[in-house]
């Protein structure tokens, strides 16, 4: 059950911030000052439910290549704001996602 509550967040999470995020950058929706505190809790939920010691590194290295992409593509002229505003709210769910997990495994490693 555990499990798939942490899968139901993570897919409506990640959909739900690439959705916003691209809304957002064309102004078909006002820019909500609340959407990134709901992402980062979603984040935090779904990084204690769902991610196991086995996935670890992959969603840490996930997190930090989604942190490092948002800034560098808002250069490209034509697409780079959308990109830019997709990526940036995938963020703030992902890099969420990989502080319960470095912390878990920052405490297994020093057992």
Known sequence: MKNKIGWILYLSGFIGAAAIGLLESVNMIP???WVPYVLIVIGLAIGFLNITNTEAVPVMVAALVLG???GILAVLPAVGPVLEAILMKIAFLSI???IPVGVRTMLDKGK
């Open 31 to 33: 820019t909500w000052n």
């Open 68 to 70: 490092a992409a948002t």
């Open 96 to 98: 969420p996602i990989a």
